[in-house]
């Protein structure tokens, strides 16, 4: 039987992580890092053409980090997960608060690294799913992944 | 009085701005690492110095998530702007240290007229973010939408 981590880079689309996304959380990011009225506060959202309140865009990628991070220590103990870029980052639907945020990734194509042992360079696809099964960001990157 | 918001017709082919000045302390890093990129790269010095970014670095969301900040508190907060449909293309250059102080600047390199929507202009922006050796440590090829002066959103 095939272990998540083969099935994984064998190319199938993996659930990464679910992440509850508060009112709370939505307002701390941004009120850090992307302090526009639709991420700040419900009634201020309301007026706004996203109609409530919503995450930063900077924040839904967070949460995508962070659920790709903690499936990559249950499932890949010791590897790290770093990228030298991405392309075609979208956001096609806003996140709204209350919604429960499910991360996916899937391996397009994989190679050894040559530079680091144990180590692949993948190309990925990533995104995360609101309730309805919507996507609410998504993007292709390449990641490092090894020890 | 409200003072005149930035635009559509501010955002020419060619037009650019230098902006942000943006210093990541350690305890910043290690707080956003915490909550949303916890590996050891980002929050356990010695790891880090075996790990592949040679050192400890900041979360490349952070970084992103700085580049907001810098971009909210220099022009978008006070434009017509309406979000993002996406970012074409992004590249994390160099690993930003904590303790780094960083800048940016953007460069207009389209802009057109929506034609399903008369109030709207769409720009795409190229960003770079500097550190303070002037080393760039991230672009970014950004689309964003703005009202437009006519009819103003």
Same mark, same amino acid.
């Given at each position: 039987m095939m272990t =998540?981590? =083969?099935?994984?880079?064998? $190319? *199938?689309a993996v659930n990464v992580g679910e992440t509850e996304l508060t009112a709370e959380a939505i307002i701390a990011f941004a009120s850090d890092f992307d302090p526009q009225r639709f991420h700040l506060s419900e009634s201020a959202a309301r007026d706004t053409h996203f109609g409530g309140l919503c995450a930063s865009g900077w924040h839904t990628c967070s949460i995508w980090m962070r659920a790709m991070v903690d499936w990559t220590k249950n499932h890949a103990p010791g590897a790290y997960c770093v990228s030298p870029g991405l &392309?075609? !980052?979208a956001w096609p639907k806003p996140a709204f608060a209350g919604q429960t945020l499910t991360a996916f990734s899937r391996v397009k194509t994989w190679r050894e690294n040559e530079k680091r042992d144990r180590s +692949? #360079?993948? &190309?990925? *696809?990533?995104?995360v799913e609101d309730d309805e099964g919507d996507r609410v960001m998504s993007f292709e990157a390449t990641l490092l992944f090894g020890p | 009085m409200d003072e005149k918001r !930035?635009?559509? *017709?501010d955002f020419p082919v060619g037009a650019t701005m230098s902006f942000g000045d943006h210093v990541v302390t350690e305890d910043d890093a290690f707080a956003f690492a915490t909550l949303f /990129?916890? +590996?050891a790269i980002? !929050? /356990?010095k010695d790891a880090a110095n075996a790990g592949p970014l040679d050192g400890l670095s #900041?979360? $490349?969301w952070h970084t992103c998530s700085i580049l907001m900040r810098m971009m909210c508190d220099s022009f978008l907060l006070r434009s017509t702007s309406l979000g993002s449909p996406g970012i074409e293309t992004l590249s994390w250059k160099v690993p930003v240290r904590p303790g780094d102080r960083l800048h940016a600047r953007w460069t207009c390199v389209s802009a057109r007229t929506s034609e399903k929507r008369t109030d709207l202009g769409i720009c795409v922006f190229d960003y770079e973010v500097f550190n303070d050796n002037d080393d760039v440590v991230l672009t970014a090829r950004v689309t964003h939408f703005f009202g437009r002066e006519l009819e103003p959103s």
């Open positions: =998540e981590l =083969e099935r994984y880079l064998a $190319g *199938e &392309k075609n !980052l +692949q #360079i993948l &190309k990925t *696809e990533n995104w | !930035l635009t559509f *017709e /990129d916890p +590996q980002h !929050l /356990d #900041i979360s $490349g």
